[in-house]
Nanobody, 127 residues
Framework: QLQLVESGGGLVQPGGSLKLSCAAS????????IGWFRQAPGTEREGVSC????????NYADSVKGRFTISRDNAKNTVYLQMNSLKPEDTAVYYC????????????????????WGQGTQVTVSS
């Protein structure tokens, strides 16, 4: 059974860093793209980043470009999201999800193209 588990969230001060992990079981991530999404209270889910199965192609939301980096270690069946220079507006529950193709969608807010969502990990940026 496919399962994704996010971890690495927490409370961090503005300007700080966190590294999120998305560990998969029940499926090899070698053949699928993975996306990171987030949802803050009272807001719609938004796309954050996506990485292709090979790791050779990535995309980011404009709001996180230059601050966040997505990567993957297929040997560990894990995808990461390194978040630097965090801002209070980055506060949200972060989720990872699987796309049943090797490539990322053209757009970033394409959560409907992903499935097998994890339970999420809370990121809070506050002083």
């Amino acid at each position: 059974q496919l399962q994704l588990v996010e971890s690495g969230g927490g409370l961090v001060q503005p300007g700080g860093s966190l590294k999120l992990s998305c560990a998969a079981s029940g499926i090899s991530l070698n053949y699928v793209a993975i996306g990171w999404f987030r949802q803050a209270p009272g807001t719609e889910r938004e796309g954050v980043s996506c990485i292709s199965s090979s790791g050779g192609s990535t995309n980011y939301a404009d709001s996180v470009k230059g601050r966040f980096t997505i990567s993957r270690d297929n040997a560990k069946n894990t995808v990461y999201l390194q978040m630097n220079s965090l801002k209070p507006e980055d506060t949200a529950v972060y989720y990872c999800a699987v796309r049943g193709l090797k490539t990322c969608p053209a757009g970033i807010n394409t959560g409907y193209l992903f499935g097998s969502w994890g339970q999420g990990t809370q990121v809070t940026v506050s002083s």
